[in-house]
């Protein structure tokens, strides 16, 4: 089992749709999440990062966090085809000094 | 520099050839990562380095591939007689340490191995 699975897509959406992006992770120690976006031939750049259950909100990105079920997920709110990119979730544990991510969420809006 | 740099940008080397890439991450963050990502996978962890403690390897593929950090700042990968297999895209990231972390990434080096 992968320490963290997205589905890879793609995903496409409409412009001012709301883009939904969901993440599971293994280790019910994780205590740091985190959503990178890259795009095409770029490295990742940090989006949002959230540790306490429940949602947490960044202009129109909102964060969820369920330890209980281990997911997180990203909602991308009027999404604009700027926001076409990879989506990486990453989870970092309570112990030790690794970072694990998924293999990333291809998001397409559509103008 | 403001964010993390790389070196070189691009690499093109024979199979079984050494190479070297470097890392310079911001100043005064006292943790470094390197990682690498292979075509439409995410990315995978190489090495970890934090100050002066030892560094966790647990993540480098073979005993070809090993990394260094002099002086708590810049950081070197070096891959030895490279494989095609290696072709990837190796990317630093440092961050502040502590209670906070935030990984900041490089813009990578393009590897490729013919």
């Known amino acids: 089992q992968k320490e963290v699975e997205q589905n890879s897509g793609p995903l496409s959406v409409p412009e001012g749709a709301i883009a939904s992006l969901n993440c599971t992770y293994s280790d019910r120690g994780s205590q740091s999440f985190f959503w990178y976006r890259q795009y095409s031939g770029k490295s990742p750049e940090l989006i949002m990062s959230i540790y306490s259950n429940g949602d947490k909100e960044d202009g129109r990105f909102t964060a969820q966090l369920n330890k209980a079920s281990q997911y997180v997920s990203l909602l991308i709110r009027d999404s604009q085809p700027s926001d076409s990119a990879t989506y990486l979730c990453?989870?970092?544990?309570?112990?030790?000094?690794?970072?694990?991510f998924g293999t990333g969420t291809s998001l397409t809006v559509i103008p | 520099g403001a964010g993390v740099s790389q070196s070189p940008s691009n690499k093109v080397t024979e199979k079984g050839k050494d190479v070297e890439l470097r890392c310079d991450p911001i100043?005064?963050?006292?943790?470094l990562y390197w990682y690498r990502q292979s075509l439409g996978q995410g990315l995978e962890f190489l090495i970890y380095?934090?100050?002066?403690?030892?560094?966790?390897k647990s993540g480098l593929p073979s005993d070809r591939f090993s990394a260094e950090r002099t002086g708590g700042s810049v950081s070197t990968l070096t891959i030895q007689r490279t494989q095609q297999e290696d072709s990837a895209v190796y990317l630093c990231?440092?961050?502040?340490?502590?209670?906070?972390?935030?990984?900041?990434f490089g813009p990578g080096t393009r590897l490729t191995v013919l």
């Open positions: 380095f934090q100050g002066n403690s030892a560094p966790d």
């Open positions: 100043s005064g963050h006292t943790a």
């Open positions: 990453a989870v970092r544990r309570n112990t030790g000094n690794q970072f694990y």
């Open positions: 990231a440092s961050f502040l340490g502590g209670s906070t972390d935030t990984q900041y």
